[in-house]
T-cell receptor
Framework: AQRVTQPEKLLSVFKGAPVELKCNYS??????LFWYVQYSRQRLQLLLRHISRESIKGFTADLNKGETSFHLKKPFAQEEDSAMYYC?????????????FGQGTILTVHP | GAVVSQHPSWVICKSGTSVKIECRSL??????MFWYRQFPKQSLMLMATSNEGSKATYEQGVEKDKFLINHASLTLSTLTVTSAHPEDSSFYIC??????????????FGPGTRLTVL
C-alpha cells in the first residue's frame, strides 16, 4: 500500500527566508505526486503536480525517485504563504485516481 | 471554472438521527466524486469513491451501511450519515474529478461540512 509522510507538522520561517516542506512517499510503482494547499478558512486547492514541472507562486517541487521524495521549495517565503500544505500521491492499478494524503505541514511565515 | 459546493456547511444533530450532506459540481460534470473525513489538525482520510450511476467503493474500515453514498447525477453526490453518534463528529470533505479528464487526476475540493453529533 502507498504511504505519504510529511515529517514536520509545524514549520516557521521569516519572510524572505527559503522554505522547504518535506514529503516522502512509499509506493512500489510510478506514482503521481501533488502538493495541495489550504489557506485559512478556505478549501483545499492544487498547488502543483510533478508531471507539469511548473512553478506556482514561486514554489517548485522535484520528484526524486531514488530518495522517494517530493519536497516543496520556495527561495523567498512570503507572509501570504502561511497555510497548511499537504503532499498527496496518486497510485495506479486498483487505486487509480485515489489520493493518499500526508499528515500536512502548517507553514507560518513571520514578518 | 471547477467549483465544488457542499451543503450544509455545518450541521448539529442529536445522536441517533441521520444527516445528509450534498456535494455538487457547479460548472462541470463529475463522473467520479470522493468523500473524505478530516479530524482536527490531521490529514484527510479517504472514505469512499462515488461513481455516477453505480455503487460507491468504500475504503477498508469504512462502514457502507453507516455512510450511505448516492451519486444519482453527474453533478451531485450525497453522503448520509445514518444513526449518527458523537464519534461521527468530524469535518467531511468531498472532491470531484472532471468527466472526460479522468486521466488528468486533478481533484477539485468542496469547502467541507462540519458535523457535530450531540
Amino acid at each position: 500500500a502507498q504511504r505519504v509522510t510529511q515529517p514536520e507538522k509545524l514549520l516557521s520561517v521569516f519572510k524572505g527566508a527559503p522554505v522547504e516542506l518535506k514529503c516522502n512517499y512509499s509506493y512500489s510503482g510510478s506514482p503521481e505526486l501533488f502538493w495541495y494547499v489550504q489557506y485559512s478558512r478556505q478549501r483545499l486547492q492544487l498547488l502543483l503536480r510533478h508531471i507539469s514541472r511548473e512553478s506556482i507562486k514561486g514554489f517548485t517541487a522535484d520528484l526524486n525517485k531514488g530518495e522517494t521524495s517530493f519536497h516543496l521549495k520556495k527561495p523567498f517565503a512570503q507572509e501570504e504563504d502561511s497555510a497548511m500544505y499537504y503532499c498527496a500521491l496518486n497510485a495506479g492499478g486498483t487505486s487509480y485516481g485515489k489520493l493518499t494524503f500526508g499528515q500536512g505541514t502548517i507553514l507560518t511565515v513571520h514578518p | 471554472g471547477a467549483v465544488v459546493s457542499q451543503h450544509p456547511s455545518w450541521v448539529i444533530c442529536k445522536s441517533g438521527t441521520s444527516v445528509k450532506i450534498e456535494c455538487r459540481s457547479l460548472d462541470f460534470q463529475a463522473t467520479t466524486m470522493f468523500w473524505y473525513r478530516q479530524f482536527p489538525k490531521q490529514s484527510l482520510m479517504l472514505m469512499a469513491t462515488s461513481n455516477e450511476g453505480s455503487k460507491a467503493t468504500y475504503e477498508q474500515g469504512v462502514e457502507k451501511d453507516k455512510f450511505l453514498i448516492n451519486h444519482a447525477s453527474l453533478t451531485l453526490s450525497t453522503l448520509t450519515v445514518t444513526s449518527a453518534h458523537p464519534e461521527d463528529s468530524s469535518f467531511y470533505i468531498c472532491s470531484a474529478r472532471k468527466s472526460g479528464l479522468e486521466r488528468d487526476n486533478e481533484q477539485f475540493f468542496g469547502p467541507g461540512t462540519r458535523l457535530t453529533v450531540l
